[in-house]
Nanobody, 122 residues
Framework: QVQLVESGGGLVQAGGSLRLSCAAS????????MGWFRQAPGKEREFVAT????????NYLDSVKGRFTISRDNAENTVYLQMSRLKPEDTAVYYC???????????????WGQGTQVTVSS
């Protein structure tokens, strides 16, 4: 059974930082593209970042470029999202996902975590 478990969310002031983690089990982690998505209240789920199976290729939502960094540790079956210079508009539930295609479309991802709340106060 595939499980993706996010952690590291919380409440932070604008300008602060958080690091999200997503621990994967039940799949050959190093074979999957991993992605982070987020969903704010009343809004559609949106792509945030993705990283290829090897970690050699990453893509980001334009509004987080230069502030967020996605990385992975295939030995630990974990993907990370380092978030810096956080803004109130980054407030959302953040989800990690595993898929086979290095794309931003959520439909390309097969497995999803339950999400972790990130709240940025102004």
């Amino acid at each position: 059974q595939v499980q993706l478990v996010e952690s590291g969310g919380g409440l932070v002031q604008a300008g602060g930082s958080l690091r999200l983690s997503c621990a994967a089990s039940g799949l050959t982690f190093s074979s999957y593209t991993m992605g982070w998505f987020r969903q704010a209240p009343g809004k559609e789920r949106e792509f945030v970042a993705t990283i290829s199976w090897s970690g050699s290729s990453t893509n980001y939502l334009d509004s987080v470029k230069g502030r967020f960094t996605i990385s992975r540790d295939n030995a630990e079956n974990t993907v990370y999202l380092q978030m810096s210079r956080l803004k109130p508009e980054d407030t959302a539930v953040y989800y990690c996902a595993a898929g086979r295609s290095h794309v931003s479309a959520s439909g390309a991802y097969y497995y999803w975590g339950q999400g972790t709340q990130v709240t940025v106060s102004s």
